[in-house]
T-cell receptor
Framework: NAGVMQNPRHLVRRRGQEARLRCSPM?????VYWYRQLPEEGLKFMVY????????ESGMPKERFSAEFPKEGPSILRIQQVVRGDSAAYFC????????????FGPGTRLTVT | ELKVEQNPLFLSMQEGKNYTIYCNYS?????LYWYRQDPGKSLESLFV?????AVKQEGRLMASLDTKARLSTLHITAAVHDLSATYFCAVDNPSQGAQKLVFGQGTRLTINP
């Protein structure tokens, strides 16, 4: 059973470009969470999605960031007009259902904005 | 707002010694997790603690939970170099509608020969 998959693993963008990060949850999991880890810090929650629904986006910056989890295909975290402060590791996690014991983390996407 | 604090944030220790990492959280939580992260890598789940007095052990690591004190500890026994990593605790509250994990700042553990 494949784990949570994220791609790309590394992404370099120039200031002002768009970044698209993809997350495929574990098989049978329909809940996806996105977290951001700034250098030398802990992970910070961004958004929680179920298929076709955003459940909790309390950690998402108000501008430039959006997330979706369509009926078919991976979850996408989109960052428009990236700035240097967006440089971070972005982790996706998935769970089987709400309240499930554990969220299983993907390998992360390391975004560098130059 | 749920907050999680770990201490110490940095810990350098000798092989063979024992030490404890502390994790305090600010409000009642359903579950407490410990994760390990190696540099440039993802998070590896170590323990999930569900109830007051819960104790779990795996190898040289032992985690415990005191829900009344809102405190969890991660105890390292006879440390070895392979345990060098950053350790995070995290809590969540699905019974209160909060599915998200709230993480501590992490404890960077370096074990010297």
């Amino acid at each position: 059973n494949a784990g949570v998959m994220q791609n790309p693993r590394h992404l370099v963008r120039r200031r002002g470009q768009e970044a698209r990060l993809r997350c495929s949850p574990m098989k049978g999991h329909s809940h996806v969470y996105w977290y951001r880890q700034l250098p030398e810090e802990g992970l910070k929650f961004m958004v929680y999605l179920q298929k076709e629904n955003i459940i909790d986006e309390s950690g998402m910056p108000k501008e430039r960031f959006s997330a979706e989890f369509p009926k078919e295909g991976p979850s996408i975290l989109r960052i428009q007009q990236v700035v240097r402060g967006d440089s971070a590791a972005y982790f996706c996690a998935s769970s089987q259902h709400s309240g499930a014991y554990e969220q299983y983390f993907g390998p992360g996407t390391r975004l560098t904005v130059t | 707002e749920l907050k999680v604090e770990q201490n110490p944030l940095f810990l350098s220790m000798q092989e063979g010694k024992n030490y404890t990492i502390y994790c305090n959280y600010s409000t009642t939580s359903d579950r407490l997790y410990w994760y390990r992260q190696d540099p440039g890598k993802s998070l590896e789940s170590l323990f999930v603690l569900l109830s007051n007095g819960a104790v779990k052990q795996e190898g040289r690591l032992m985690a415990s939970l005191d829900t009344k004190a809102r405190l969890s500890t991660l105890h390292i026994t006879a440390a070895v170099h392979d345990l060098s990593a950053t350790y995070f605790c995290a809590v969540d509250n699905p019974s209160q509608g909060a599915q998200k994990l709230v993480f501590g700042q992490g404890t960077r553990l370096t074990i010297n020969p």
